[in-house]
């Protein structure tokens, strides 16, 4: 009995010793390791184990709550403040791991913007313990240093230094409610493939979901985790298509290289409740500045190639309707008519050299677009119009060209010869020559079909660019081509005579209309002395062929090349060009475009047109004239009371040429109608008539 | 006639050409110029950037408030980089962006004792309270230093150094980094890290732009 007395006695002391012990280990475990009053804020580490167990991962909690009114930072703290620093000092087989951040919120503050936290928030630290740690407990030591700001900044430290036992791993079951919220307010993990692209002066984030994945979303909101993917401040664009969801943001140019795709991107629903997700894009580094996503979408990525090509084929076609061309395609004709004293191979070696002309002309000139571009420039198609230099050469092409028309000089543009049977050679460089020239001048042009075709173009890479160009080209010599293969056509035609010779004449007059509307478009670029050098230039130069043709003497050629070069020099080298004063004059009720005056007219409730069109876009004017500013559509606009917005891309400006990106174009005309202080425009048609304007208002009422 | 004939279809490729010269120049542009600038010093000096063309020029945005320019002043790091880029013949030139009643902000009396006091090194105190030297260089934090050569062209802008910290024990593992370009940059050599991303209290802007 005594025996088993003690046997009793003993059991108890053991049990109560394991009770107490027990007791003893869950009080330890259900404290923290240890808390810091800082100045501004307070601080608790806590584990969420209490016991810890070699070869195992545990999670640590750094909960730091700043003052009312105060905040502190997440790991990127956007344009100002400082990351929580953290510096371990722990035992060997023991590694602290990057910390998790909660999603951040957007803090700004004056011009700036800051990511953080008002409210407190809770860094989760993995702490790996190798299999071979045979400690009976970790020391952990930690100095911690983060910044907390009102307005004011006053950086907090802390110290702790805590032992967490190791045995057989054991939930603390006190800290069980602190973990739970601290994963609740981590963004949930990547699930979606992503990709980050980066252009000189914005980036893109695409994310890889269905339509139906993200319905409902009101906001999208990219927190970037690495530097120079974006400007914090500056607001962010986003949009779904059925290619995914995209967000736009813009970032300083020529600033820190991004390499991270890192980040968390914070989607809004309708109901107002928030999704956060972990985003681990693959950075793409570009240097076409793309369209914008959504903002247009029959001209995104959504445009599939193959149409974009019909497109540009078409839109080709249809430019050969379109008025600049018109003087270069009266001489096309003339050729044409001699048709008739050609032999059926030298007809089609010249629709061809024709086609060969234009191609290689729109491959030059996208060739130093694309260059150009990747410089970081903003501009777009017809940008060789906004270089006074080019104007003014093009004005010196026209007149020598009319000039030779009209008899002056003897140069062979494709024409004259009619009727003398002229050699095919001949023949085929002047067609070569006539395509050149119908490419230059059809630039300022901008045809129906075509305007989506070249917007696309221009964010697709530099193969598919000129891909388009090419049928672009293509189309724009097709109708010529088509008709020197066809011989019904060819008999058709009169029997030559000395008739030809009075049409070639007559036919140098829309040239010299085509010179006194280019140097229009050059006095206001450049200024009146500019213009007068211009002119003077001129004079040399044709005094140069004058002296050419006159004498064949060595001397006097060599001087006539010298006035040649000296006046195509003085062209190009502009040196009387003055700054482009203000040009308009139109009613004062028209106001220049700017993002401000759109925004501002907008934010008044005002229904908006909004107009791109430039003095040397001949499109653009011809709407002006036949559609926008008939006494009908102004009466109507003045009646709806709406506001007239006029972006003048004469010469080159960035803030339209990003506009003109953002709605998917590469060039003018643009016509935007903004109903009622909506920032969704609708996009009326490159053409315009009075019609298509009435029911556009009318829409949207 | 006809062998005296000027062919046009060699003007049409020398225009080409021609066109080509001229419209691909602005692709060299360089975007990297300094803005210029004038402001008023804490001496009633007007000081133009474009006056100091020839020499090279730092700027530095202070505001002595703030704890991590403390850090770098109580140190004797700022003075330290201070001394060594002006004895290679830079122009310092600091620059207070606080508006007036914010953090930071100094009046020119206060801001000549501020900077005798702390033993400054600097050749100019620029006193930009209304906030416009600061927005035209996207001025962000305090500190945030922009290096500029002789010709003009930022070479560095970014942190002072690569440790975040407002704490002074950090200095001893922290790289200077506007040493470092400044090294780089005497040496001829490209600056290895000519941006960097700054830490530090916020610039106290005004909140209205005049």
Known sequence: MKKAQELLKRMMVVMAATVSMLLASSSFASADLGRVDATHSSAILHSEYAVAEAGETVWLGLELAPREGWHSYWKNYGDSGAAPLLYWTLPEGVTAGEPLYPTPHRMPIGPLMNYGYEEPSILLIPLSISDDFTGRSIPIGLEAEWLVCEIECVPQDGSWNAELPVGQMQVDDAARHVFRAARVALPEMAIWSSELTVYSAQSRLKLHVSEAEVEGVSDAYFFPAGEGVAEYAAEQQWSITSEGLFVDMQRLEGGVDATSGDGVLVLTFEDKSQRAIEVEAVVNQDTVVPAKAGSSPSVQALLPLWQALVFALLGGMVLNLMPCVFPVLSLKAFSFIAANSKTETGRKQEGWAYTAGIWVSFMIIVGVLLMIKSGGAAIGWGFQLQEPAFVGSLVLLMVLVALSLSGMFNITVGVEGAGQGLASQDGNKGAFFQGVLAALVATPCTAPLMAPAIGYALTQPAPVVFLIFSLLAFGLALPFLALSYSPALAKLMPSPGPWMEKLKEALAFPMYLTAAWLLYVFNLQAGATATLALLVALIVAIFGVWLWQSFSGRISRSIAVLFMVGAIAGIIYQPFSAPPGSASQESSEIQPYSEENLSKLLGDGETVFAYFTAEWCITCKVNEQVALFTDDTQALMAEKGIKLLKGDWTNRNDEIANLLADYGRAGVPLYLLFPKGQSEAIILPEILTPGIIADAINDIE | ?210
């Not at chain 2, 002043?73 to 003075?79: L, V």
């Not at chain 2, 620059?95 to 100019?124: D, H, N």
């Open chain 2, 1 to 210: 006639m006809r062998n005296s004939t000027f062919s046009l279809n060699q003007f049409a490729t020398l225009f080409l050409v021609g066109v080509l010269a001229v419209v691909a120049v602005p692709a060299n542009a360089d975007n990297k110029r300094a803005p210029d600038f004038v402001g008023v010093t804490m001496t009633g000096d007007h000081i133009r950037l474009s006056d100091f063309r020839g020499k090279a020029v730092v700027l530095e945005w202070t505001n002595h408030q703030c704890p991590y320019v403390r850090k770098h002043y109580s140190s004797g790091n700022m003075q330290k980089t201070q001394r060594a880029l002006t004895e290679d013949g830079a122009v310092w030139i600091s620059i207070i962006s606080s508006a007036p009643g914010k953090q930071g902000y100094v009046a020119a009396e206060e801001a000549q004792k501020l900077t005798a006091a702390r033993g400054s090194y600097a050749g100019y105190v620029i006193l930009d309270s209304d906030g416009s030297i600061g927005r035209q260089y996207g001025a962000k934090t305090t500190p945030h230093m922009f290096v500029i050569d002789e010709n003009g062209h930022l070479i560095y802008q970014g942190a002072i150094d690569d440790i975040p910290s407002a704490s002074r024990r950090t200095l001893k593992d922290a790289t200077n980094l506007v040493l470092a370009a400044w090294t780089d940059f005497q040496a001829g050599e490209p600056i290895a890290r000519p941006i960097t991303k700054p830490y530090g209290c916020t610039v106290k802007y005004s909140d209205t732009i005049d």
